[in-house]
């Protein structure tokens, strides 16, 4: 047993605690099944469900090779495009945002505003900046780069001030002791440390921004999304199926390499 | 590979030692990116022109937003407790059935091939993005809440079971070892022996997943599996932005306070 | 050679951190500065390099007044004496080279500072100057795949491709196990002795001070009271220098703390 087995059986203070929040998890359990409504459920349900098997296991073949601008892989290239660059923006606003939002270079109120900002930006999903960009740039992946862009800057900025919080300030003094003015401390003791932990963060980022690229499309912002939802309308499963297959496929590849590349700069 | 094109430089020291310093990799990664770049912009029809020439748009967009349109809450509460009533519901079945999810999925526990097997299906749940599994949801189990749900539902699944059986195959192995040793079944000496040892990460992986739940929940509604997605989607479409607001402003209290109380609780927990 | 003249140093808070220091210390001597926690022997060590302001008296190290240095005169002066500290102070997360070849740093044109390129010159003196402590194989390594050891000696060869004509050492081995404390404190024997370096080293450990240095320096509350060779140091004078209490000085070995 450990200790947090142990500490239930000999505290009974502890134990009623752990009785109401069970009582408490229970109650909004039931409280949230009469959200379930089994009224839209029709029979042909199934058929679609079955459908959808036999697409994902019979995919249109032609399809998930042409190079065409319908075909899987120019759609999955051009969902790459939008996350790529989406990374790219995103990462130079928020690089300004992270240091204006730290504690230890901006004063308080400064850095307080800042966060709630963040935090607003984090918040607000990112369909939602898709449909407002549409307005501004007209549907297509441009729309969807803007999106992205926006979208990711919360987090990351979030992430980078805490690599900024945690810096190792103790290398400066070294510098100040070799003759190194402020532009040499800065490029030769803080950035090599916010470099790979930056970067790291960033692909992170990136392999997110794929997920969020792919289902752009569904507000009409480019990528994978619109043909999926299209061919899903018109009940042409093996299309479906062979789109699924191409969107879980990259996404599962660049998890992969981005897991080692950031693996590789954390540890060295 | 790279070393073979690029050979080493030769430094020769002064007392006769020969160090070979490797190429570096920092201009080939540089001209890929730059080219990865010039690949997009095309791919993506990317513009600075329009950006400057229409980019103020989105702020005029953001300024009808404020100030909200306050008479619309009365038309927000139900969509919004829909919202999360499904990520609740949602994250309350998917976390419990992570667990045997999990169990299937550690190599330390059950035989290599079904692990393999189950971390694959695990795997592939965890990389559909919500909203795709939300859209065929919605195709099988009809318009509404209930498709929402089960996207939640297995989402939470996959992503709270990869976390614990990676739990499951980092925990100390000889307590189950003993357990096994005085006559126990398998399941039953993970239950006494590994579950305890998860089990605060588990609840605190269970939260954290329900705390991004309701974030994915909030657009679910565009593809019609319920909640207040579908409100924000039809006040777009109208271009009725400062009932738009009105719902974000809802959406970003509701998360942030949700945030806040399950963030206590994660605390407590570790 | 190095001159304190009547040296005193106040801290902000009206604490007397260095009274009536005079001292003279040679060209290629190796120095022991011993003392208990917070005596000053840090601060007597960081005014040689300007780290700290002087607030009386005289500070002369080759015939430079020390405190009369300003801005860029300070960092040009910095350049040509080494400084290594207790807990290594390299950037961990880059290759051992480029700790070494932060020395240049301060010398190069703008351009090169900004892209991070060194000569080929540079390069061959970083690497000599890691050969020169033993770890030349290591060049093209993380520093954070080292061990706490070859850190400190990354850090010496920095300190060595800076080609000082002094080295300042505060407490360089506390954070060490004995066996690598005792290898880096050959690392500074080799080199005081092959290239008439001065070394001055602050350090809790007595035995090795006393095992390696040619003359110690004994700090009592910011004032030197024992000053004289290693071999001369009684019994007595530790007494006095720790004030009698032998065994504070072992617990304050054990827990391996720098002082202010």
Redesign the interface.
Known sequence: MDAIEKQLHASPRNLRYIFTIAILILLLFIWSLTTVNLDNVSESGLGIAAGIIGGILNPDLDLLFSFTSQGVLYLLIETIAIAFLGTIMGSILAIPLAFLSASKIVPKPVASVTRLLLIIIRTIPALVYGLMFIRVTGPGPFAGVLTISLASIGMLAKLFVDVIEEL?T??L?????????T??KI???IW??L???FLSIIIYRFDMNLREASILGIVGAGGIGAPLIFAMNAYRWSEVGSILIGLVVLILLVEFFSNRIRNKLV?? | MYDRIFPPAK?????G?I?Y??KSRAPIILVLLVLATIISVRFTNFDLNTLFKRGHEFFVIIGQMIPPKWDYLNNIWKPLLDTIKMSLLGSILGSIAAVPAAYFASSNIVSKPVAAVAKFFLSILRTLPTLVTALIATFIFGLGTLAGTVAIFLFTIAYVGKLLYEQIENANMGSFEAMESIGMGRLQAFRYAIFPQVLPNYLSTSLFSFEGNVRYAAILGYVGAGGIGLLLDESLGWRDYSSVGMILLMLIITVYLIEKVSEHFRKKLI | MIEFIDVGKTYSNNMKALEDINLRIEKGEFVAVIGPSGAGKSTLLRCI?R?HDISEGKLIVDGVEVNSLKG?E??????R???I?Q?Y??????SVI?NVL??F??KLPYWR??L?LYT?EH??KA??AL?QVGI?DK??V?V??LSGGQQQRV?LA?TLA?NPDII?ADEPIASLDPVTAKQVMDDFTKINRETNISVIINIHHVEIALEYADRIIGIRKGKIVYDGKAEDLTEENLNYIYKGQTEELQSNEMEGKTDV
């Open positions: 190792d103790n290398i003094e070294s510098l100040d002791s070799i003759g190194c003015n532009f040499e490029r030769y003791g090599p440390q470099f790979s932990m540890r060295g | 430094i020769t020291l002064p007392n030692k160090v310093e490797k | 390099n780290m860029k300070i960092r040009k002066f910095r350049q004496i080494g400084m500290f807990s102070n390299l950037v961990t997360r880059i480029k932060v020395s740093a301060p500072k900004v991070g080929k390069k061959v690497l000599t050969d030349l060049a093209y993380r954070d795949q850090a920095r800076q300042l």
